[in-house]
Structure formats: structure tokens, C-alpha cells
């Protein structure tokens, strides 16, 4: 689904004068840092949406033609650096109105709230607490810049804001750097008659971990994912086992694959591709491709049935579903005596290639594809 990052004009883009009217060139003044952080932020994947109140324009107060000028220079200025907005909202009524297309009210924004947008994933950058409420009642989040060392945190508990404003920037470049960085997260239930599975994924490992599948073996295995890979997971996974281990492996690795594929979003940034590893007596090779396409290949054989308590015929099967929910190519080759160093080296392997495709260059924000889409 596709985000949004509402930006609000005065105050956030331009400096907003005393009479808080923008009614000529001469007041026309970016804030610091505004065409470069929009520049920077620009190249993310948002929508770029401004969202502003223009108190009676287009009335004698404040006639159009005075607010176009300085208007269609400040779009033309951050065209010159390559910023185009999607879409520009802009409510010309008075604060004593009280309308509904007033921010904070969302009367201007309906198209974003049909279930084609996702919400809780969008931002709205702006400078006052208007801005957060707005955030509020889209169900969006808030980032504010401070102009004229305004007390925001105080302002900001007294209106209870704070599970709303995720960041107070002084500079726009910390608004750039932040959304750069903002967290690849995932969480996905999965309930069939077989199984039943709740994950959480952070693929920049930005919390604890816990994982019960009630294979132990399975379990310590993916310990080494998070342990080599780098990310936070939180599992849960009841299934079937007095019938078969079958059911619960492979239902674990469609969701882990699933998260994972649902965590990197648009790719903008990663690496894309990743790993050889030895361990003692055991080496194996894991290629994985983070390309939109399936493709599966398996080279490992081994000469037990079971390890602990898990068939060594069914980490064939776990990797596959895995890829195919992941939406990747996954390629895994292993040889060794100990089978338990076998399959360990094969899972600390696709630990580090996970590891390596999806790291994230924040300097570049470029899909990894001559195509121009994953």
C-alpha cells in the first residue's frame, strides 16, 4: 500500500512572516535546509502531498492573485531540484468557520482514507500541534519542526501527543535522516486448521527476540537467523505436531517469508543480493536475490533422518516456502560429515546473506534494478 507524507506549507516549507500572510515575493523565504531535505526525502517512495490552511484566500483579505506569485515560485524552486507534490491541498476558509476541511479536520483528505493508502505508515510534517492533531485523526504520524525555539514538548503532553509525534527536528535534515532510517517492521498472524502462527519482524534488529515453534531443534536454528542476520523476531507457532512436523515448518517459513518480503517494502536502498560459510567440517553457500521472482534450487543431502527432534527431509521444504513467500530467488548448497554442523552452517549462511541483500544504504534511496521495480 502506498504512503503519504503530508506536508504542511507555511512555517514547515517557508517562513511564515508576522501577519501570516504569504501575499508577495518579497515575503517569500524558505525555512533552512527545507529544499534540500525535501530533495533528500523526495527520492523515499512517499506520495508528497501538501496540506495547508489559507486563511480566506481568495477574499478581499487575502485575494488570489496575491497568493499565487509567491506560491507557484516556491513549486517552481523545489521543481528546480526535482520535488513534484502528488497532490496539494489547500483549505482557503477561516479558523472561526470552523469547518470540517479545516486542518485538523480531514475533510481534504477522503481519497487517503478509502483503504488505498496506508496510514499508519504515512507522516505529517508540519510546526505546530495542528499538524500532530491532523496526524491524529488520520491515523498517521507526526513530525514536527520547531521554529523559534517553541516549547513543542510541553505543548505536546499537555494534548496527550506523544504516541503521535515520533520526532521534534530542529533542522530539516534531521527529518531526512530520520525518515532515511524509519524502522522495517512486519507483524503477521496466520491461522489454518493446522497451524497457528504469530510473528513479529524487525529486520534492523530493533528489539528483543523470543521464538517457540515447539521444535526445538527448529527453534535453535532460527536463533542463528537472528543471531547472524541481525533482526529482531518474535514467534509463536502452535501446530499440529502429534500428526506431523511437516505442517508447522513449512507454515513457519511462508510467514517468515512473508514478513521478511513485507518489511523491505518498495527495496528502495537494499544491496538486493547476498553468503559462503564454513563451520568445522561443514561449508555451504546460500545466494539469495531480493529480485519479485521464485526461484529455488537445494543442493544437501544428509544421512540422518532426524536431528533432535526434527526431520532433516523437511529443511528442504522450510527454505522453499520460504522463498516463496519472500518472493525471492534462493539458491542453497551444502556438504560436510557432521549433519548437525550441516544444517547449522546452512542456516548461519542464509542468516548472513539475509543480512547482506538487505542492508540499507540511507545515502541512496535507488531501487537495485535496471527495471525500475521489484
Known amino acids: 500500500m502506498k504512503k503519504v507524507l503530508f506536508i504542511d506549507r507555511d512555517g514547515t516549507l517557508i517562513v511564515e512572516p508576522p501577519d501570516e500572510q504569504i501575499d508577495s515575493l518579497e515575503k517569500l523565504e524558505f525555512v533552512p535546509g527545507a529544499i534540500s531535505g525535501m530533495k533528500s526525502i523526495s527520492q523515499l517512495g512517499y506520495e508528497l502531498v501538501l496540506a495547508s490552511n489559507q486563511d480566506g484566500m481568495g477574499t478581499d483579505r487575502f485575494p488570489e492573485n496575491a497568493f499565487l506569485p509567491p506560491h507557484n515560485k516556491m513549486l517552481r524552486t523545489l521543481e528546480g531540484e526535482g520535488v513534484r507534490f502528488d497532490d496539494m491541498l489547500i483549505d482557503r476558509s477561516l479558523a472561526e468557520e470552523n469547518l470540517p476541511t479545516r486542518k485538523p479536520g480531514i475533510g481534504m483528505f477522503a481519497k487517503y482514507l478509502s483503504g488505498d493508502y496506508d496510514m499508519g505508515g504515512s507522516y505529517v510534517i508540519g510546526d505546530r500541534i495542528t499538524d500532530a492533531l491532523l496526524a491524529l485523526n488520520l491515523g498517521a504520524k507526526a513530525i514536527l519542526i520547531r521554529q523559534n525555539n517553541a516549547p513543542l514538548e510541553e505543548k505536546i503532553k499537555d494534548a496527550q501527543l506523544e504516541p503521535v509525534v515520533k520526532l521534534i527536528a530542529d533542522r530539516w535534515e534531521e527529518i531526512a535522516r530520520f525518515l532515511r532510517s524509519d524502522s522495517r ?55 499440529d505436531l502429534d ?132
Open 185 to 239: 517492521e512486519a507483524a503477521i498472524e496466520r491461522q489454518t486448521r493446522e497451524t497457528n502462527i504469530s510473528l513479529w519482524l524487525d529486520i534492523d534488529g530493533g528489539g528483543e527476540s523470543s521464538i517457540s515453534t515447539g521444535l526445538h531443534f527448529l527453534d535453535h536454528q532460527l536463533w542463528q537467523i537472528v543471531h547472524h542476520g541481525g533482526i529482531s523476531l518474535k514467534l509463536k507457532a502452535v501446530g
Open 243 to 374: 500428526v506431523d512436523e511437516h505442517h508447522t515448518m513449512e507454515d513457519v517459513a511462508i510467514v517468515l517469508g512473508e514478513a521478511v518480503n513485507k518489511a523491505l517494502g518498495d527495496k528502495r536502498g537494499i544491496e538486493r543480493y547476498g553468503f559462503a560459510l564454513p563451520m568445522d567440517d561443514s561449508a555451504a553457500i546460500v545466494l539469495i536475490d531480493f529480485g519479485g521472482r521464485i526461484d529455488f534450487r537445494w543442493k544437501a543431502k544428509f544421512k540422518r533422518e532426524m536431528i533432535g527432534d526434527t526431520p532433516t527431509e523437511l529443511f528442504e521444504h522450510f527454505f522453499r516456502s520460504f522463498s516463496q513467500g519472500a518472493r525471492c530467488n534462493l539458491h542453497i548448497t551444502a556438504k560436510g560429515d557432521n549433519e548437525h554442523h550441516k544444517i547449522e552452517a546452512i542456516f548461519k549462511a542464509f542468516a548472513r546473506a539475509l543480512k547482506a541483500a538487505v542492508r540499507r544504504d540511507v545515502f541512496s534511496y535507488k531501487l537495485p534494478s535496471s527495471k525500475g521495480l521489484l
